[in-house]
């Protein structure tokens, strides 16, 4: 019986002309296989798919298709569907993480998508495309200043990504307010954020890092004090003994024990090489 394909969550911009780190993690597991590159989350898809065709044509993944509906109607239609037949890979752009689950959520597309996965096939996601693999997903929230009460929403994901709830474009938009206050919600989960051109790769149950930038961990588990049920709508979240691990490329993360692991720093050594 064939194990699950690995999930990859990207922070989004992720590189397309250089080193290509993360695009060459999801080409290395297609195995010369169909990549589907999923717009769904746009709502003017123009000009995705050629950029994708483009970066992974260099990389020598040519067997690429585009999935786009305009309408949830259009998610039980063959052509949709048939998009699908055979792939070794799903790769969501991004844009409005709420497109993706409104559009294809609980309808024909997803349930193929969660079968090619179950025999396999890769599934990636960047920006949006992260954010939606979560059960639950972050939807809107300031960025850039300490969370206020009740300035979040959430909503379901597609539930890819067990007991995760992802932020992405993390410390270039300085989302982590938002982040705090979706675990203070449920502590249960832990909240994934994903800095650009970083992404975390989910095989079983840990990931590991990879990219230019990191993934910051914030574990809500031991919290000792929280307002985010008393408090009047507005005021600063009050949060006590709330736990962060920031982890760079090669750091891995066990999902049952919530525990880190320095990694080997691949891309560190290969600076030092260059300084020396």
Do not use: W
Request: with cysteine.
């Amino acid at each position: 019986m064939a194990e699950p394909g690995a999930l990859i969550a990207i922070g989004g911009h992720e590189d397309k002309e250089r080193d290509r780190v993360i695009l060459k993690e999801v080409a290395g597991r297609l195995n010369g296989g169909k990549l589907v590159i999923a717009t769904v989350a746009s709502h003017e898809p123009e000009g995705y798919f050629e950029s994708y065709q483009e970066a992974f044509g260099a990389l020598g993944v040519t067997n690429l298709v585009e999935l786009y509906v305009e309408e949830r109607s259009q998610s039980s239609d063959n052509p949709a569907l048939e998009a699908l037949d055979g792939a070794a890979g799903v790769f969501f752009s991004g844009g409005d993480q709420l497109r993706i689950s409104s559009q294809i959520g609980d309808t024909p597309i997803e349930r193929r998508i969660r079968e090619l996965h179950e025999a396999g096939a890769v599934i990636a996601g960047t920006s949006a495309g992260a954010s939606v693999m979560s059960e639950t997903m972050l939807v809107k929230g300031a960025s850039s200043e300490s969370y206020r009460i009740g300035d979040l929403h959430m909503a379901p994901g597609l539930g890819l990504i067990r007991d995760l709830i992802i932020d992405q474009h993390f410390a270039e938009r300085g989302r982590y307010g938002r982040l705090l206050g979706a675990v203070a919600h449920n502590p249960r989960l832990l909240g994934v954020g994903i800095d650009e051109d970083t992404a975390i790769v989910v095989e079983g149950r840990a990931f590991r890092v990879i990219g230019s930038g990191a993934a910051y961990v914030v574990d809500g588990a031991e919290t000792t004090h929280s307002n985010i049920a008393e408090a009047r709508a507005e005021r600063a979240l009050s949060m006590f003994n709330v736990c962060m691990h920031v982890l760079s490329s090669g750091d891995r993360f066990d999902l049952d024990t919530r525990k880190p692991t320095a990694g080997a720093h691949e891309e560190g050594a290969e600076a030092r090489k260059d300084r020396d």
